[in-house]
């Protein structure tokens, strides 16, 4: 067996596999009867006009349930402040399915996803398109999502977000990689447009045979500000982006 060959096949046995960059989706799916237990943090950093910053936690359980479908359920918190004595706890309950059409390692891999989240205030529908393509020992990504959050409670907030990412990564070792991702954001509230933002930063994945482990960090490269906002001297300033964004995802095999 040949060095390349060798080296595919650890990967192909390794759970990482499911999570190949931190923001950015893959079309690989778990297993029929895998299950994972993953959790994910990620601070948000960087608003300096309101002091605004946010740490999300997500607790999930993933499974695969046949060869092209994986099911997610789990629990998301979310850590706001405003400003030194204002905080507030955001927590929902969400589901997130992927459908695989075709894998990377064929012509091109696509993928399907669909996200909900339900809280006491709101909840959120998230439609994702997922590309990949294998190539040796490169992985590229590309992703295209919309979502649409529906509140009911007395807070106002962002509604609708458009965001395209894509995320390369080189296999260094069987059990190490790096690579890059590009991100950007679109965002409304009540169809007044707040902005866009671009993002890009390094990301890197480690994996042993039980668990595996994605980071990430993001910094604001680039930004179309909303009519209003112009002009304040501020410019990479928007209304639903920090200027920092890391994560962190650890995967841990249960089966």
């Not at 529908?125 to 649409?148: C, H, I, M, P, T």
């Amino acid at each position: 067996m040949s060095r390349l060959a060798l080296l595919l096949s650890l990967v192909s046995s390794a759970a990482w596999a499911q999570r190949a960059f931190p923001f950015t989706w893959d079309s690989a799916t778990l297993e029929p009867g895998t299950r994972e237990v993953q959790a994910w943090v990620t601070p948000r950093l960087g608003r300096v006009d309101t002091g605004y910053t946010q740490l999300d936690v997500r607790f999930q359980q993933a499974q695969g349930l046949s060869a092209q479908v994986e099911m997610m359920f789990g629990l998301d918190l979310d850590l706001i402040s405003f400003a030194i004595d204002s905080r507030d706890l955001e927590a929902h309950v969400s589901s997130t399915w992927r459908y695989s059409l075709l894998r990377s390692s064929e012509v091109v891999g696509l993928a399907v996803l669909g996200r909900f989240a339900l809280g006491l205030d709101d909840g959120e529908l998230e439609v994702r398109l997922v590309l990949d393509k294998q190539f040796g020992r490169l992985l590229l990504a590309l992703n295209a999502s919309a979502s649409r959050t529906v509140r009911w409670g007395s807070g106002e907030g962002i509604d609708t977000r458009l965001e395209q990412s894509f995320g390369a990564r080189y296999q260094v070792q069987a059990e190490f990689s790096a690579g890059l991702e590009v991100r950007s954001r679109e965002a409304w509230q009540r169809s007044v447009h707040q902005g866009t933002a671009w993002s890009a930063g390094p990301t890197f994945t480690y994996a042993s045979k039980r668990w595996w482990v994605a980071l990430g960090l993001m910094a604001q490269a680039g930004a179309n500000k909303a009519r209003a906002d112009r002009g304040n001297g501020e410019p990479l300033e928007l209304r639903d982006n920090e200027r920092f964004t890391g994560r962190v995802v650890l995967g841990l095999k249960t089966d």
